[in-house]
């Protein structure tokens, strides 16, 4: 068993950056893939990134691909995304995923998620 808790989300202009936080609960956090994932007002869930639970291999989407980077820290159970040079449409409630399929894209791969962490990219 694994708990999420997002933090790290807020309001940015255009360009800037923000850095999100995953913090996880449960004793077997470090076998775990994560991912993030985001939606956007009336969108459905899509991928954003994934890490390995070694942290060794990673895998972004082509639209955050350059500007987003994911990590973790197996020590401290957390996971965290670097967003630079962010975009309006980047606009999205943030959630962080953890599942023991490796490297997984879909949000049915993910047994368990965070309740999401908005963030907001003004113009």
């Known amino acids: 068993q694994v708990q999420l808790v997002e933090s790290g989300g807020g309001v940015v202009q255009a360009g800037g950056s923000l850095r999100l936080s995953c913090a996880a609960s449960?004793?077997?956090?470090?076998?775990?893939?994560l991912a993030w994932f985001r939606q956007p007002p009336g969108k459905e869930r899509e991928f954003v990134a994934t890490i390995s639970w070694t942290g060794d291999s990673t895998y972004n989407s082509n639209s955050v691909k350059g500007r987003f980077t994911v990590s973790r820290d197996n020590a401290k159970k957390t996971a965290y995304l670097q967003m630079n040079s962010l975009l309006p449409e980047d606009t999205a409630v943030y959630y962080c995923a953890a599942a023991r399929a490796s490297l997984a894209v879909t949000p049915a791969d993910y047994s368990y998620w965070g309740q999401g962490t908005q963030v907001t990219v003004s113009s």
């Open positions: 449960g004793r077997t956090f470090s076998i775990y893939t």
